[in-house]
């Protein structure tokens, strides 16, 4: 059974495979012996090599050793959780924040906590998969709003609500096409409606913002009005996610958040490690800097060539061609061209929108940046694309 369906899912060019990386997520990684240029990392700001970020995880694993050796209510909460979660509620101007094992982990936790069988669920459609699996625990009724379509949001909260209360859903920095969404339109519908807003910030954080607080902070929006969960997988270079809020609702997670309650902690030196990354966030401003001239480069590169872009207004940089083969093969040439990007399929992404999709990062070089877009300009011929 198991062999018949991974078979038509090659036919189908849908198969995924895993590949074997024998190095760090620097821009230039070593696979199967070979030095290969990545722009496939969601470590946007290389914290998760950053030399302080290291020395954290290291010093921390030294002090209280590898495992927390429990959950958080038994006996693992441990002196860096403890710091992380103060500072990532100050640094989302909020009351509190709580740490979870991983993004996914906290969206899967966090949202039948904001919804139940008697509510309302209003998801953007391009949501990331943890959130609709939260929505599905949460026994909710989901509805599904067009994509960054404010006014299919107010049809949907205008429309006949008998449910007990209404959660949106939409994310800061669309994960899969990176593009923004409309925050202050959906934030004032939430407050209209008497709503609640999750913002999934997952590649918002320390991306996005004057000081890479998020997609909040890029709206100059008033942090206390809306919920806002996020990664320290991504730009913080390490691993876990967080839920940031009022300090009622951090506490009342603590009680009843299941991926919380029933999985051992996360390692202290993974959340000494984000620590350190926040600090660096603020201290090297410069990192950020660089992480925009590289995408403003790299996404002028590709416009200019002529390839057919999602409208990204992050580092994520969707090259569309909608065809799964065809995205496959381009991402095998590139590959042999030294260049790592990764074709996105279904499901991870609708029928009919497959991608390659490029993220780059701070510690990409000029050069980096060039051989690429030589790459791309080769394949991109090859296939017809451009
Ligand atoms: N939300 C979004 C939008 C994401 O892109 C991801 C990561 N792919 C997650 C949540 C889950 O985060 P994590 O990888 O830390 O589980």
Redo the contacts with the bound molecule.
């Keep these: 059974m198991f062999k018949e369906e991974l078979q038509t899912r090659a036919q189908q060019h849908l198969l995924r495979e895993l590949s074997l990386i024998n190095s760090p997520s620097n821009p230039v990684i070593s696979v199967e012996g070979r030095e290969v240029l990545l722009f496939a990392s969601?470590n946007y700001l290389g914290l998760a090599n950053h030399p302080k970020v290291k020395e954290a995880a290291v010093n921390a694993i030294e002090k209280f050793g590898v495992g927390s050796g429990a959950s958080r209510l038994i006996s693992g909460t441990i002196t860096p959780h403890h710091v992380l979660e103060r500072e990532l509620g100050s640094f989302k101007n909020a009351e509190a924040a709580l740490t979870f094992s991983?993004?996914?982990?906290?969206?899967i936790g966090v949202i039948p906590n904001l919804a139940t069988a008697d509510s309302l669920i209003l998801a953007d459609r391009l949501?990331?998969?943890?959130?609709i699996d939260g929505c599905r625990l949460s026994r909710a009724t989901l509805r599904v709003f067009h994509h960054n379509d404010v006014g299919h949001l107010k049809r949907l909260l205008s429309g006949p609500r008998s449910r007990a209360s209404t959660l949106i859903l939409t994310?800061g920095?669309?994960?899969?096409d990176g593009d923004v969404a409309p925050l202050p339109e959906i934030a004032q519908l939430a407050e209209e409606y008497g709503a609640i807003l999750l913002i999934?910030d997952?590649?918002g954080t320390g991306v996005m913002g004057a000081t890479g607080r998020g997609t909040v902070e890029h709206f100059g929006l008033d942090p206390r009005r809306i919920l806002q969960?996020g990664?320290?997988?991504?730009a913080l270079g390490g691993?876990?996610?967080f839920v940031a809020g009022p300090k009622d609702f951090v506490a009342y997670l603590v009680n009843t958040a299941r991926s919380f309650i029933y999985s051992t902690a996360p390692p202290p030196a993974i959340a000494a490690a984000a620590s350190a990354a926040l600090s660096v966030i603020q201290e090297e401003p410069q990192r950020r800097a660089k992480l925009w001239r590289n995408r403003e480069f790299l996404h002028h590169g590709l416009v200019t060539m002529g390839f057919e872009l999602t409208n990204t207004q992050s580092p994520i940089l969707p090259i569309m061609v909608n065809d799964p083969e065809l995205g496959v093969q381009m991402s095998q040439h590139l590959r042999a061209e030294g260049v790592w990007i990764p074709a996105v399929r279904p499901p991870t992404v609708p029928k009919g929108t497959s991608r390659l999709r490029i993220t780059v990062t701070a510690d990409h070089s000029p050069e980096h940046l060039e051989t690429a877009l030589r790459a791309l300009r080769k394949v991109g011929t090859a296939f017809r694309v451009l």
């Excluded at 991983?102 to 969206?107: D, F, L, R």
């Excluded at 949501?127 to 959130?131: I, P, Q, V």
């Excluded at 920095?173 to 899969?176: L, N, Q």
């Design positions: 969601n991983s993004g996914y982990a906290t969206n949501c990331h998969a943890s959130l994310e920095v669309f994960s899969m999934d997952a590649h969960m990664t320290l997988s991504k691993s876990g996610g």
